[in-house]
Every structure is written in C-alpha cells, then in structure tokens.
Nanobody, 115 residues
C-alpha cells in the first residue's frame, strides 16, 4: 500500500487549499478513505471520511462547513478541499486507508495558515 499526499503549502487566513492523496497497492474503490491531521505538540486527529463509492461523507466538527472530502476512483485519488482556512488548521495532513484491517498512512503534507 502506498499513499502520497500533495497540495499543502502556505495559505492566508480565509484562503483555500486542495490536498490530494494518490493511492496504490490495494483496490481503492473498495475502501473508505480518511484524512487526519497533526498539529505541533498535539495528537493526530481525524478530519474527514468518505465512503468507498463517494456517496457518504462525514467531518470533524472543527472543519464542518469549511472542508470537503471527495474521491475519483478512476484515478485512485482522494481529495480534501479546504476553504475558509484558519490558523488553527495549521498541521501536517495525512490520508489513511485500512485495507485488510491494517492502518496505512502517507508521508503527510504540511499546511500552514498564517498572514
């Protein structure tokens, strides 16, 4: 299993970023995908989840209404559109897959929200 996140960077408060996670090594369209984040000095926290076919999503309260998770099963890619960014969204963002009941993580992509 290989997960590669991209799209992070520096954004101003109120700005937007779109993260991508390219997956390989498993049958992507059979599995739920998740995004997590980890801020400096804090534990990793769950951000969003999307069903295997993309018809159901759920979000942490802290990002609800601002972030949107989506997926393109033809491209084996999951996305996280982040709008109305806040400084407290600053973190390393990771995508997560759980094929065969084991957790797999990418290397993460840094998102920094600062003016």
């Amino acid at each position: 299993v290989h997960l590669v996140e991209s799209g992070g960077g520096l954004a101003q408060p109120g700005g937007s970023l779109r993260l991508s996670c390219a997956a390989s090594g498993f049958t992507f369209n059979m599995y739920v995908m998740r995004w997590y984040r980890q801020a400096p000095g804090k534990e990793r926290e769950w951000v969003a989840v999307i069903s295997s076919v993309g018809d159901s999503t759920n979000y942490a309260d802290s990002v609800k209404g601002r972030f949107a998770i989506s997926r393109d099963n033809a491209k084996n890619t999951v996305y996280l559109q982040m709008n109305s960014l806040k400084p407290e969204d600053t973190a390393v963002y990771y995508c997560n897959a759980r094929p065969w009941s084991a957790d797999y993580w990418g290397q993460g992509t840094q998102v920094t929200v600062s003016s």
